[in-house]
């Protein structure tokens, strides 16, 4: 039975919500970012370092044998958070970001010049740079694919882009500017008509959607742990049984490996084989400790408010003058990237964090959408499991003093 959703009660249990800044209570708006962290998550992590931590793996002795019960029990924890077949489809990463590199370091030995790696206008810097380097270093080409002005991915563009030269489709399933959820499942399908992969982007996705990788048909599925109120230095790459076997190990070392002798080495089994010396132990507890607790509340219940407050956000914005949202397209997720007309996302964020609101400004780590948007940076409010109404109108209210020292 899921926990009835009660925001007061969600909020007693993240010990930072309670800090002020700048002598105001803290509004924490930039949960696209990174997110805060509940007791849940911060006692895991310290309980087993109070009582029960060594290596993973390697040991005979209790304390190994306890720590590695509970890293592995993190790695279940993701397994049936994504509906993966088996926790061998899941590798342990220090973030999305290293998924990403690993996947793209492992076409390295297989691509050829003038085959193509095709990516949407709104992907983040990790689901772009590593596939340059496969552009610099092997003479891959980047296709690439634009949007519609709701900020929704151009369909019609992702299907003439997908080919017989494709190999990879790497995309976000929700974006991390615009708040776009892409149609990865079909994306998916094109790609695996025309024998390509599909590495879906699950960043924001992972902490606003339900995600079920079987359903959505992908090779690969990345996220980062610190958005989903876990600890950073953690994330998950889930690859499915074929394009594991078909990618190469990504860094050498212990436990990823069977045997060593001085002419040759045999490799461990997934996910090992792709998780080299000694794993993010505390930081996997704490993944884990993340996934149970966010799965005690219904993702409909989470969804519903989260969409709320992101309602009642951009109602409010409608009302202020020079004001733009950049994303409108329908089903979108809760995240507000916006500009007004006149200022500097820069100045309007540290106006905001004067009142306590911590908001983003910068490009996010999108160029390429910044681009395609005509602007250099934007301010974004995103909100999570947290926020509160009180708190939306606690940030327009600071965004319309700022508006009135800037304009
Ligand atoms: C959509 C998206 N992809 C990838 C990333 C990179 O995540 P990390 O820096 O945790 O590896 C982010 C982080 O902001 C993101 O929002």
């Known amino acids: 039975m899921s926990r009835a959703f009660d925001v007061v009660a969600i909020r007693k249990e993240f010990p930072i919500l309670s800090r002020q800044v700048n002598g105001k209570p803290l509004v924490y708006l930039d949960n696209a970012a990174s997110a805060q962290k509940p007791d849940a998550v911060i006692d895991a992590i310290a309980n087993q370092c109070r009582t029960s931590y060594a290596?993973?793996?390697r040991g005979i002795h209790t304390l190994s044998n306890e720590t590695t019960e509970a890293y592995e029990a993190g790695r279940e924890a993701a397994r049936d958070f994504l509906n993966a077949q088996s926790v061998a489809n899941i590798i342990f990463t220090k973030g999305a970001t290293e998924g990403i590199n690993l996947v793209a370091s492992s076409l390295a030995g297989t691509i050829h010049a003038g085959e193509e790696i095709v990516l949407s206008v709104m992907e983040h810097h990790s689901n772009i740079v590593p596939w340059h380097f496969l552009r610099e270093r092997h003479g891959a080409?980047?296709?690439?694919?634009?949007?519609?002005?709701d900020g929704s991915l151009d369909m019609d563009a992702m299907r003439a882009a997908i080919g017989?030269?494709?190999?990879?489709?790497?995309i976000?399933?929700?974006s991390n500017v615009l708040g776009t959820v892409n149609d990865v499942a079909e994306v998916g399908r094109l790609a695996h008509a025309a024998g390509a992969r599909v590495l879906v982007d699950g960043c924001q996705a992972a902490v606003h959607l339900s995600v079920?990788?079987?359903?959505?048909?992908?090779?690969?599925?990345?996220?980062?742990?610190?958005?989903?109120?876990?600890?950073?230095?953690?994330?998950?790459?889930?690859?499915?049984?074929?394009?594991?076997?078909?990618?190469?190990?990504?860094q050498g070392g212990g436990e990823m490996i069977e045997t060593v002798s001085m002419d040759r080495i045999t490799y461990n089994e997934a996910p090992h084989k792709f998780e080299a010396g000694t794993p993010p132990i505390l930081e996997a507890i704490g993944l884990g400790a993340a996934i149970r607790w966010f799965q005690q509340f219904e993702p409909s219940?989470?969804?519903?408010?989260?969409?709320?407050?992101y309602e009642r956000a951009r109602e409010s914005l409608r009302g202020i003058n020079g004001l733009t949202v950049h994303g409108e397209a329908p089903g979108k997720g809760s995240v507000l990237a916006f500009s007004l007309q006149g200022t500097h996302p820069h100045d309007l964020a540290q106006i905001l964090d004067r009142y306590g609101v911590a908001i983003r400004a910068g490009h996010?780590?999108?160029?390429?959408?910044?681009?395609?948007?005509g602007v250099s940076a934007t301010a974004r409010a995103s909100f999570g499991i947290y926020n509160t109404e009180a708190e939306v109108d606690i940030f327009i209210d600071a965004l319309e003093k700022a508006r009135g020292m800037l304009v």
């Open 55 to 57: 290596n993973v793996h």
């Open 212 to 250: 079920d990788v079987q359903a959505l048909g992908c090779d690969w599925y990345v996220f980062s742990g610190h958005k989903l109120y876990g600890p950073t230095g953690i994330g998950i790459l889930c690859g499915t049984d074929e394009a594991l076997a078909e990618a190469r190990p990504y």
């Open 301 to 309: 219940d989470v969804h519903a408010h989260e969409q709320k407050l």
């Open 172 to 174: 976000s399933h929700m």
């Open 141 to 149: 080409v980047l296709r690439w694919v634009g949007l519609n002005d």
């Open 164 to 170: 017989p030269k494709t190999r990879m489709v790497a």
């Open 364 to 373: 996010h780590c999108a160029q390429p959408l910044m681009t395609h948007l």
